[in-house]
């Protein structure tokens, strides 16, 4: 009899471990999901400028025709992934990439780089890119948490039974690095988020009325 009471004791231990593991690995799984959905947010907004900034290069640099078709093939691409955190990913590399040489066009065109519209733009995309390296910062922690509970014992013996599974990191290839890399524009090294920083120059003028 009293063997079968610490029987039953262990069992009912047991029962509370899953119960509390289960609980956790929902709510970390929720974390990542709600954070994500903030990564989208900001992706779309990015989406939906880039075909304004397009037109207005267009408008002062028209030979530059295959640029041009890389950033709106990149765009595009990239608005097809939305919902999967590991072809957002690849296809954001690609069109940071795109982006990179669209504003670059800019010291070839000084009529272009004096256009109001064209700067308010960058200025706004350089906003949307460092709301990015925001959420992603966040949602990388919650992936973090989320991924070393389900891979470490003893809480990897129920993950995969109840569809826990660990998530991809977004905007870093070693999931220790959560710095923002780093992007050339010709002599300059600027600080960006996973994708860019598009306006050097209004970051300049707020860098000299901060001092």
């Known amino acids: 009899m009293y063997g079968l009471w610490i029987v039953l004791g262990l069992l009912v231990l047991a029962a509370i471990w899953m119960i509390g593991s289960y609980n956790k690995m929902v709510m970390l799984r929720q974390n990542v999901r709600e954070s994500w959905s903030a990564i989208e947010t900001e992706l779309r907004r990015r989406y939906d400028l880039i075909p304004n900034l397009v037109e207005t290069v267009k408008g002062y640099a028209i030979h530059e025709k295959s640029t041009l078709e890389e950033v709106i093939r990149a765009r595009n691409s990239a608005v097809s992934t939305v919902g999967m955190p590991d072809a957002q990913n690849a296809a954001n590399t690609v069109l940071s990439g795109a982006l990179t040489k669209l504003v670059a066009l800019s010291e ?8 109001e519209n064209f700067n308010q733009l960058q200025k706004e995309l350089a906003e949307t890119e460092t709301r990015i390296s925001q959420a992603r910062r966040f949602y990388n922690a919650n992936v973090r948490e989320l991924n070393a509970s389900v891979e470490s ?3 990897v013996l ?14 870093i290839e070693d999931p220790a690095a959560f710095d923002s890399p780093s992007i050339n524009f010709g002599n300059k090294q600027i600080e960006s988020p996973p994708t860019i920083t598009l306006n050097t120059s209004v970051k300049q003028e707020e860098k000299e009325k901060s001092t």
Do not use: E
């Open 108 to 115: 070839a065109y000084p009529d272009l780089k004096a256009n």
């Open 158 to 171: 129920i993950a995969t039974s109840f569809g826990f599974r660990a998530q991809p990191y977004f905007g």
């Open 153 to 155: 014992f003893p809480t």
